[in-house]
């Protein structure tokens, strides 16, 4: 099946500091999306990008299919950017269940 | 936006007792899933459903576990008699259509004591 990778697995940030987060996947994908994980727990969506860029506020990622990875852009962070991202991707086939990274970590000190 | 509903945000149940989360997807979605997350481990993914019947369950769901979608608008995850090992975040997504991205509740954190 489908492997995702994510990089790096833990980041501590200063408030303000800008930061690049790694998604890699073994096969080509129909759907990969962006989460965060706030550390109540919940889970917020962010990006539905297979291709291309999209950008949201501070928040940005990049999906290059062909080479299969993407990445997530956090600029000028804030503490309440704290949490775990999370890469999944859909494996081809009817149902199309999300395969999920182990996540980034993030810190964001004030 | 649109958002995907659960509730509640939390709850703590009794080992052996039964529980019901619940889920309001968007309205216009067609394929409902159910994920959990055992704390500080991967996403898994626990059940698809579509057209009033379950399309794919993992191998996590069980007997103890069922899915209902009773009147239309609701999508509820049951847990028969739960486990220590059930204590996870629950997450309900749905989507439209397959592979146009999935949108995603904040979950439901299940405690069984």
């Known amino acids: 099946g489908i492997q995702v990778e994510q990089s790096p697995p833990d980041l501590i940030l200063q408030e303000g500091a800008n930061s690049t987060l790694r998604c890699n996947f073994s096969?080509?994908?129909?759907?990969l999306q962006w989460f965060h994980q706030n550390p109540w727990g919940q889970l917020i969506n962010l990006f539905y990008?297979?291709?291309?860029?999209k950008q949201n506020g501070r928040l940005s990622a990049t999906t290059v299919a062909t080479e299969r990875y993407s990445l997530l852009y956090i600029s000028s962070s804030q503490t309440t950017d704290s949490g775990v991202y999370f890469c999944?991707?859909?494996?081809?086939?009817?149902?199309?269940?999300?395969?999920w990274g182990l996540g980034t970590s993030l810190a964001v000190n004030p | 936006e649109p958002e995907v509903t659960q509730t509640p945000s939390h709850q703590v149940t009794q080992m052996g007792q039964e529980v019901i989360l619940r889920c309001v997807p968007i309205?216009?979605?067609?394929?409902f899933y159910w994920y959990r997350q055992i704390l500080g481990q991967k996403v898994e993914f626990l059940v698809s459903?579509?057209?009033?019947?379950?399309?794919?369950k993992s191998e996590i769901f069980d007997d103890q576990f069922s899915v209902e979608r009773p009147d239309g608008s609701n999508f509820t995850l049951k847990i028969r008699s739960t486990k220590l090992e059930d204590s996870a975040m629950y997450f309900c997504?749905?989507?439209?259509?397959?592979?146009?991205?999935?949108?995603f509740g904040s979950g439901t954190r299940l405690t069984v004591v």
């Open positions: 999944a991707v859909d494996r081809a086939g009817n149902n199309r269940k999300l395969i």
């Open positions: 096969d080509s994908v129909n759907n």
């Open positions: 990008i297979p291709s291309g860029t």
């Open positions: 309205s216009n979605h067609l394929y």
């Open positions: 459903f579509y057209n009033n019947e379950i399309s794919e």
């Open positions: 997504a749905s989507g439209w259509s397959l592979g146009y991205g999935y949108t």
